[in-house]
């Protein structure tokens, strides 16, 4: 980490560099199962966010207390409590969203990339920078949920944002965008191999800007060193 | 691509992978000259859609992989794709329904592994997967094929329905096949010889579908007698079918059809002589081809009598095709010379 910016370091490490959905490819299950349709990937990347954003911050302020030993146990009560509470929430204000998202909310205590930013970052950072690493993580995360979804809404079912309601209220209705009525729609990516086959092209896109981008300071570097020997 | 003959006891018979791939597809020439006869223009449509779509799809591909065009265009190994893909969905398909399928089947299939040799699907049963799971509804409009010989529906009528769609009458022109009829009039409670008097069925097997089963018979047989493929697969994978079929049969043969109706249903021997044989996708060992393809044929009765699918060659053999690499690694033949397996 460049000791001049560290959370701008963090934030790109988050959303980018390290993303735990395209590089680390973390939490698989609840990726491929939830990602029907944007909305339900946006309410369960919120919820994602949100825990590893608390969670991140209480395991870096509980550090000096917690005994090297029993570290893990200690760090999957936090996680366990604090998916507890987020659970309740959606629960009480966003219903119609927790019925659909069911099981994947509390199954977020289980998700590795919680307990993989627990200890391979809370653990060893101070809060300020902890917080921002889980809530940076957390928003590359539900990015990628966000993009799946919307690319299995799209081919499933030739829609954008369909079921906004669940999120925004009765107002959001009006957001979907729907392709034109007699759109067939491909099935196959609304069903668990139509997720790997999406993933599998948002890794692609990625690993292929990123080899463009090194290309790109390759050969800017080449130039600068031929013209420094001129 | 012609592989070199290395120590001196064994003949080769030297054939490049285009010279292979050519007579694949005149062996497919007289099953498709039946499939035609029976079901008119449609088979033309699909055949000549999904052969020049197979070739651009290849070519792009190859252009996007930076790989020489003329070399891999000419190994033909896409058409037989193309061609396995036409006869292998209903005649009359939309033409983006064989677009997508080919898109499956070369793209994500083939090239995106590797290209020719690297795949370890067979490419057009994964178009075929594809299409069946994302659209049921056209996948199952198979063609009466007593109204829909080339007399009874014109090219201009065909052209219609394949481009836009939407031909009046076409519901009535379609019929279950009869694997489809017997599932279902199965479930109804009805016996098997009750619904075998129905008008899809002949005298072994649904009607016209009988010849087709028997002109792809033919054309296997011919690959077998030109050495292109050998006899392990197609006879292990009818075996197992049989087998399969006899015991349930001789149970009970007003719940089970016979083991000569599932031989000539569906896609039964096209799938053992075309595609499971596949060089790439299928075992390489005599007795890993042995179980690959003795491990279809009880896939494929398993799912047609107890799943939800009709037919299940295309299933059958992707789920065999993931156990290639193990069965390749535990099946390999003793060196000459050494004891024990893998040459140790």
Known sequence: MSAEHPYREIAFNGLWQNNPGLVQLLGLCPLMAVTTNAINGLGLG???????????????????FIREEIRIPAFVLIIASTVTAIELLIHAYFFELYAVLGIFIPLIVTNCIIIGRAEAYAAKHPPRYAWLDGAMMGLGFALVLVA????????????????????FGEAARGLTLQLSADFKGLLLAALPPGAFISLGFLVAGKNYIDQRRAKR?????????????? | MIFGTQTSPYLHAQLSVGQVMAQVIYALVPGTLVLLGWFGWGVVTNLLLS???????????????????????????????????????????????????????LVIGKHLYGGLGYNPFNPAMVGYAAVLVSFPIEMTRWPNPELTSMAQLSFEQTLQQV????????????????????????RLGETVSQISQGSQFGWLAGHGWEWVSLAWLAGGLWLLYQKIISWHIPLALIGSLTGMALIFWLLNPE?????????????????????ATDPVSASTTPLGKL?????????????????????????????????????????????YGTKGRFGS
Not at chain 2, 71 to 84: P, R
Request: include cysteine; glycine fraction near 6%; charged fraction near 10%.
């Open chain 1, 46 to 64: 919120i919820a994602t966010l949100m825990t590893l954003a608390i969670t991140n911050l209480l395991i870096s302020l509980l550090r000096p």
């Open chain 1, 148 to 167: 799946l979804g919307a690319i299995r809404e799209l081919l499933a079912q030739g829609t954008i944002l369909s079921q906004a309601q669940l999120m």
């Open chain 1, 217 to 230: 300071t390759e050969s800017t570097t080449l130039l600068k060193s031929v013209s420094a020997t001129e």
């Open chain 2, 51 to 105: 052969l020049s779509l197979a070739l651009l799809l290849e070519a792009l591909m190859l252009k996007l992989r930076q790989r020489p065009l003329a070399l891999f265009l000419t190994d033909y190994s896409a058409l037989v794709t193309g061609w396995l893909l036409a006869v292998a969905l209903p005649p009359y398909s939309p033409w983006w329904l064989i677009l997508i399928a080919l898109v499956f089947a």
């Open chain 2, 163 to 186: 481009f836009l769609g939407g031909l009046s009458y076409w519901d009535g022109l379609t019929q279950a096949t009869a694997l489809d009829t017997i599932k279902t009039h199965l």
């Open chain 2, 255 to 275: 719940s089970y059809s016979s083991p000569l109706f599932h031989l000539l249903s569906g896609a039964t021997l096209l799938g053992a002589f075309f595609i």
């Open chain 2, 291 to 335: 179980l690959y393809a003795g491990g279809i044929g009880c896939f494929t009765y398993i799912i047609r009598v107890w799943g939800s699918y009709p037919d299940a060659i295309a299933f059958a053999v992707l789920i065999m095709n993931m156990a290639v690499p193990l069965l390749d690694t535990y099946t390999q033949p003793r060196v």
